[in-house]
């Protein structure tokens, strides 16, 4: 799969998961959506995953 045709089937399904529950929840809401959407399609994912963040001095 190429990076854009991945990065339009992350953005859609972002869509559909802020279509189907609307504004102005907590982001934990949506991310367990996001979640079980992911899970739904079988779409390999990483919840939450740490990475380093180093801040310029």
């Not at 998961?17 to 979640?35: D, F, I, K, R």
Request: with cysteine; proline share 5%.
């Amino acid at each position: 799969m190429q990076e854009e045709d991945a990065a339009r089937e992350v953005v859609d399904a972002a869509i559909k998961v802020h279509s189907a529950l609307g504004p102005g929840l907590l982001e934990s809401a949506y991310q367990t959506a996001w979640n079980t959407n992911c899970c739904d399609a079988s779409c390999a994912f990483e919840s939450r995953s740490l990475f380093p963040f180093i801040t310029p001095t």
